[in-house]
Structures are given as structure tokens and as C-alpha cells.
């Protein structure tokens, strides 16, 4: 197997509290589980020597591996072609329809003949706790059992296993039509070990995954023009929640390079108030309440427990139950993918100051304000005291949206979003007829929009920049007419877009700002970022410019790996490069499509 494959050559599966990587060649290189924030169980893609891994596949030199979804589902089918058959590795995780919090998640993995002869090899090597703990294994008849401090994982098959060393290997050789299965779960140390697996039992836990993710993707209300991408990104979304609290993780793993062998490696397996707070427009526009109420919920909790206290009312980060504490760490023993060190778990930047986080923690309230849970009593005085603490803070410099580690600076941006929660919160305040010191919230936001306008325009680019020390253009700015700073056609914003288009845009992808006119404290470079190439799709439908956003969206699209999933940047050569998958990419995605689809029909005169 490869060593390191592709960022990109990956599925991903899941059981809505964890969730696994699957390479092409049927190689399971990242499972972290109780928890998407827990240690990891396989690793082999930050370290291939140390990490650990779990392969099921055939061993031949000349066979064409390919990879797909069972349709509208999370079900991953990993197909092995050669002279002497077809074989197939159906991944899939059950997932708890209750959210109830589990210690027990399993992976299953079906074996099958499709054509001729295909002879399956197993390896199973965990490496607990991110290779930092050792394991001892007991296999017998029942199948392999590894006990590691504080977990035990349980490894069970439909064919033989046997013992190599402190891992399991095992061969099973299926003539066409035949099938088999193995079954990888963890659970707490002394747990009771699973059923044995049959293949009848196998199948029944395959048809009912089948069945939970096709029903549940029913509730969508998408009609446009690419619903497949669409139905995949919302499916990731889901997959990237943690069901028994709502939150939603930047992605599924951590450390995967921005730039290979350089610094910029960080650990996204953590909920951003920022990108929840914007999936909950999106799930909305696509129909699915319950998941849009859940963050809302989980973002008003967060709201709530630090009322009355003097610091900021929100942190930039938290863990999926809501814990503040995320100590960044680095792995000194993993030598990260392809070379690329440091290895970081945790994310120091939970500590950061980035005053956008009220603007899109409002702007999801606002969007959600059928769901009326901000309008409750509690989460109400939650609310006002955060934009009573905003009216006296916003002024000040922060580390921005970028998370930049390179000093403090007045970011438009987050001046932007500081206008946009009073502004939506002036709203809701009327709408709901609730107590607010609107005067004090009404003159901070006019003041914010005087000062952006005197201090972040920049005459020499002849454009909205990054701050105000400054004349580099930002892509984040891409979000002023969505959420109402300026409107979609105002003189200002059209030139805005054409110096994005001159200093931002390369090939019609989208870099969030120049590294170097715009220090970030990190050595190295980047690719363009995914996310800001479908903000700036939206931002030319609203213009107006349909030829060009269409264009650009399709060309896109091209750049999806062969599932529909995006990481979060892309590299020269077209490579996928950071964590994977990135839920703010495909949130990113829905925006795009719906507002293009909106343009689109609103200039044929067509309505939905």
C-alpha cells in the first residue's frame, strides 16, 4: 500500500459521535473514536511507520481500485479489479438514531466476490492513544481482543484469524457471489465483547444503515441543479456532528498540511462557533430543522454559561460537549504526513480574540429564529448581556477570522460581523418584543459602519481590505452582502470584487489573502482555500455576474476527489491539501449552490 496517499484519496464513514478515514486501497489510516476529539485508533496517515492502520483488501500488483457511495447514503464501497475477479470492501458505521452518548462504536467491513476468485487479506494494527500506548492482543476463536489503558477494541470475523506479534492478520478467498465480514469495536475496558458476526447479521446492520441515511436525506428540499454534490456535502455535515450535543467539527482529523512538510498543521476535530454558526443557514435552506436546532441549542448553552461573568461571553472554540479546554500539544513521535511536522493536538487559538464570532453566532439565531429557542426567557438575557459586552468591545484589534498568530490588527472583517450582530439583534429584539438597550446596540452598529467605511476602504486598491494598516485584500470580505453590509450591486462592493479578481483569484479559485504582504506569524506558503472559492460563487450571483459564477462553481466541482468531498485548500497541482473533510468547504458548497440556483431561475423566470 502506499505509504502516504493523496489527502483526497479517501471516504469517509461514520457513526455520527466518530468517524473513519478509508483510503482507495481499502486501508483504514484515521479512526479516532469514543470521540471525533478522542486519541486515535488508526493513524497511519500522520505517521505510516508508527500511526497504525486496518487493511482489507486483495494483494495484487496489477489490480484498479475504485471507490463510491451507495447512493444518498454514508456507505462506502471500495472496489478491487483484476484478471482474476472482482472484489468489494463495503464500509459503514451504525449510528445511534437517539444521540444518546456511547462508549461502543463499530466499524463494519463486508467483504464480497463480485466476479471470478478474490482472496481478502487482513491487517489489523492499532496503535492506541495516538502510538503513545502499548496493547496487549488475545486471539481465539471468537476473534482478536487488544486491551489498552483505558480502551479495548474487539475484532471479530467471519473467517480465521491469527496473531502476528501485537496485531492480527487473517485471509479469506471468496468465489463470485460469495461474502464475509469483519468487525472492528471499541468500547470501555471490560466492556462486553459483541455478538460473533454472521452474515445474515452483517447484511441486517448494512440494510439498516442503508435505511437510516436514505430516509433521513428525504427531508431535503433541494430541487437546483447539482443535487448530488449537494446531498454529499449535507450528508458530510452530518456525518461531522456530534449527535448527542448538536456541534458541528471543522473536520475529521487533525493535523493533515496546509502546505506539505510545512508548520501550518493544526487539529480541526473541535466545534467553531463561526462554522457552526453559518451551517445553520445552510442545513435550513435545505430543510433539515432538527440539526440546525440542535447547534442552536448547543450555541445558546454556551451563551448561558458564561452570563455575568466579566471575559468574553464566547470562546472561538470549543470541544463537542462544550468544554472550554483545548491545550495545544504537538506529537513529537509522528513525523506527519509526508514530513510534514509539527503533528499538533488541541488548537491554541481557542484563546484567541476574534470578535467575528458574535456577528455569525447572531447571524445563525437570526436564520433560526423560527426555531425560537433564542427567544426563550434565559437564553434571551444570555443574548442581550453578549451584545451589552459587544457595545463596549468591539473597537479593538483582534487575531481575526484567520486565526493569524502574528499580532493583533483591526480586522475589517470582524468589524463587519460586530455590525451585523447589533444589526440582527436590533431585529430580533423587535420581532420577538424583548427587553434590549437598543439605543446602546443602534449606535454602536452605526458607528461600526462609519468607521468601515472611512478606515477599511483602501483608495489605492479601490476596495474593502483586510484591515486597516494595511491595503491586502481578504476574501472573508466576501461575505459583506450576504449578510447585509452592503448591497450586491453597490459601486463600492462591484469594485471590491474586480480587486478580488485582480490580487485573490487564480484559475478561478480564490486565496484567502497574500501570506507575504500580509505576515501571519507561520513560515511556508498556502493553497487557495476551498472555502473562500464558493463564498466567492455566492458573491458574483448576487452581483449579477451569472456567466462567470456558474463558470467558476462548475470548475469547482472539478476539483471534489472521486466521492464529492473536499479538504480544505487546494495546491498548485490541483492536490487537496489540510484537514479532511472540512465542513466549512462543503457549508461553503450548499451557500453556492442555492444562491447560484436562485440567480439562475430568478433570470429564466422559473420559480421553485
Known amino acids: 500500500m502506499d505509504r502516504y496517499p493523496p ?10 459521535q466518530s468517524a473513519a478515514l478509508v483510503s482507495s486501497q481499502g486501508v483504514v489510516d484515521w479512526f479516532a473514536a469514543p470521540r471525533f476529539d478522542s486519541p486515535s485508533v488508526f493513524a497511519a496517515l500522520l505517521d505510516h511507520d508508527r500511526g497504525g492502520y486496518f487493511r482489507l483488501g486483495p494483494d495484487r500488483a496489477d489490480q484498479v481500485c475504485r471507490q463510491l457511495y451507495l447512493p444518498d447514503t454514508a456507505v462506502l464501497v471500495t472496489r478491487f479489479m483484476s484478471p482474476e475477479g472482482v472484489g468489494e470492501v463495503v464500509d459503514f458505521m451504525p449510528p445511534d438514531p437517539s444521540g444518546t452518548v456511547s462508549d461502543r462504536h463499530t466499524l463494519f467491513r463486508l467483504v464480497r466476490a463480485v466476479r471470478g476468485s478474490v482472496e481478502f487479506t487482513l491487517e489489523c494494527r492499532p496503535r492506541f492513544d495516538y502510538a503513545r500506548a502499548a496493547h496487549e492482543v488475545e486471539v481465539g476463536e471468537d476473534g482478536a481482543l487488544f486491551h489498552a ?73 433541494y430541487r437546483g441543479r447539482w443535487p448530488e454534490l449537494v446531498h454529499r456535502s449535507v450528508i458530510t455535515l452530518k456525518l461531522l456532528t456530534y449527535a448527542p450535543t448538536g456541534a458541528l467539527v471543522a473536520a475529521a482529523t487533525t493535523g493533515l498540511p496546509e502546505q506539505v512538510g510545512g508548520e501550518r498543521n493544526w487539529d480541526y476535530r473541535f466545534t ?94 437570526s436564520q433560526g429564529r423560527a426555531i425560537g429557542q433564542q427567544a426563550t426567557y434565559q437564553g434571551w438575557r444570555a443574548f ?23 499580532g493583533r490588527q483591526d480586522f475589517t472583517y470582524s468589524r463587519v460581523m460586530s455590525w451585523t450582530a447589533f444589526d440582527h439583534g436590533l431585529s430580533l429584539a423587535e420581532t420577538f418584543r424583548r427587553p434590549a438597550d437598543v439605543e446602546k446596540w443602534r449606535a454602536a452598529r452605526d ?162
Open 272 to 365: 467553531w462557533v463561526r462554522d457552526g454558526s453559518l451551517s445553520v443557514g445552510a442545513m435550513l435552506a435545505l430543510g433539515f430543522e432538527e440539526e440546525a436546532t440542535a447547534f442552536v441549542h448547543w450555541l445558546v448553552a454556551r451563551l448561558r454559561e458564561r452570563a455575568g461573568k466579566e471575559d468574553e461571553p464566547l470562546q472561538t472554540m470549543y470541544r463537542i460537549d462544550g468544554s472550554p479546554d483545548l491545550p495545544e500539544e504537538v506529537l513529537d513521535h509522528f513525523e506527519g504526513y509526508r514530513g510534514s511536522a509539527p503533528v499538533r493536538i488541541g488548537n491554541g487559538a481557542a484563546d484567541q480574540l476574534q470578535l467575528d464570532i458574535y456577528g455569525e453566532a447572531v447571524y445563525a439565531l
Open 149 to 221: 489503558p483505558g480502551i479495548d477494541a474487539h475484532l471479530q470475523a467471519t473467517f480465521p484469524l491469527e496473531r502476528d506479534g501485537d496485531d492480527v492478520r487473517g485471509t479469506v478467498r471468496l468465489e463470485a457471489g460469495e461474502s464475509g465480514g469483519a468487525v472492528f469495536t471499541v468500547c470501555t475496558p471490560g466492556g462486553d465483547p459483541p455478538p460473533a458476526p454472521t452474515l445474515d447479521s452483517v447484511a441486517e446492520e448494512l440494510a439498516g444503515v442503508i435505511d437510516f441515511w436514505q430516509r433521513w436525506l428525504r427531508q431535503s428540499r
Open 7 to 16: 489527502i483526497a484519496d479517501h471516504g469517509l464513514v461514520g457513526d455520527l
Open 384 to 406: 442581550a448581556r453578549t451584545l451589552d459586552w459587544l457595545a463596549d468591545h468591539w473597537d479593538r484589534p483582534d487575531e481575526g477570522i484567520w486565526e493569524t498568530r502574528g
Open 447 to 608: 458607528a461600526i459602519y462609519e468607521q468601515v467605511v472611512d478606515r477599511g476602504w483602501s483608495e489605492k486598491e479601490r476596495a474593502f481590505v483586510q484591515h486597516y494598516d494595511g491595503d491586502v485584500l481578504d476574501a472573508s470580505l466576501l461575505l459583506m452582502p450576504m449578510v447585509g453590509f452592503v448591497t450586491a450591486r453597490d459601486p463600492l462592493w462591484l469594485s471590491t470584487l474586480d480587486a478580488m479578481d485582480r490580487r485573490l483569484v487564480s484559475d478561478s479559485l480564490v486565496y484567502r489573502y497574500d501570506p507575504s504582504a500580509s505576515p501571519d506569524g507561520l513560515r511556508g506558503t498556502e493553497g487557495t482555500f476551498s472555502l473562500c472559492t464558493f463564498l466567492y460563487v455566492d458573491a458574483l450571483a448576487r452581483a449579477g455576474r451569472l456567466v462567470q459564477a456558474r463558470y467558476t462553481f462548475e470548475k469547482m466541482l472539478t476539483y471534489a476527489n472521486h466521492v464529492g468531498l473536499f479538504a480544505e485548500e487546494i495546491g498548485p497541482s490541483g492536490e487537496q491539501l489540510g484537514n479532511f473533510p472540512q465542513a466549512f468547504t462543503h457549508l461553503a458548497l450548499i451557500m453556492a449552490a442555492t444562491t447560484l440556483d436562485k440567480a439562475l431561475d430568478a433570470e429564466q423566470g422559473r420559480v421553485r
